[in-house]
């Protein structure tokens, strides 16, 4: 079995800043990339931030210049840096990874229970 398991959201006031780190374990071979989207009430979820196993990254126009992804592949975890926060960045934040199980040698997408985010105006 695989686990995500988030941590670091939590409230903030505009313009403040929060890190979300993001924890994978369980029978992984190896880690293709991993990222991080983020689902608001009554919309779908989107992707924030991508980062992929030699370090390429691509950003959600709204929060390039703000976030910053990163990973540390030996502890097969990953980051999202939140600087200048905005009401707009309050949603519920998952983390994803595209791995290679080892228990079944097969390539799949895992995702985290979440972790809520909320900027106070």
């Known amino acids: 079995q695989v686990h995500l398991v988030e941590s670091g959201g939590g409230l903030v006031q505009a313009g403040g800043s929060l890190r979300l780190s993001c924890a994978a374990s369980?029978?992984?071979?190896?880690?293709?990339?991993m990222g991080w989207y983020r689902q608001a009430p009554g919309k779908q979820r989107e992707l924030v931030a991508h980062?992929?196993?030699?370090?390429?990254?691509n950003y959600a126009a709204s929060v390039k210049g703000r976030f910053t992804i990163s990973r540390d592949s030996a502890k097969n975890t990953a980051y999202l840096q939140m600087n200048s926060l905005k009401p707009e960045d309050t949603a519920v934040y998952y983390c994803?990874?595209?791995?290679?199980?080892?228990?079944?040698?097969?390539?799949?997408?895992?995702w985290g229970q979440g972790t809520q985010v909320t900027v106070s105006s």
């Open positions: 994803n990874a595209d791995l290679i199980a080892s228990s079944s040698w097969s390539r799949g997408n895992y």
């Open positions: 369980g029978s992984i071979f190896s880690i293709n990339a």
């Open positions: 980062i992929t196993s030699n370090g390429s990254t």
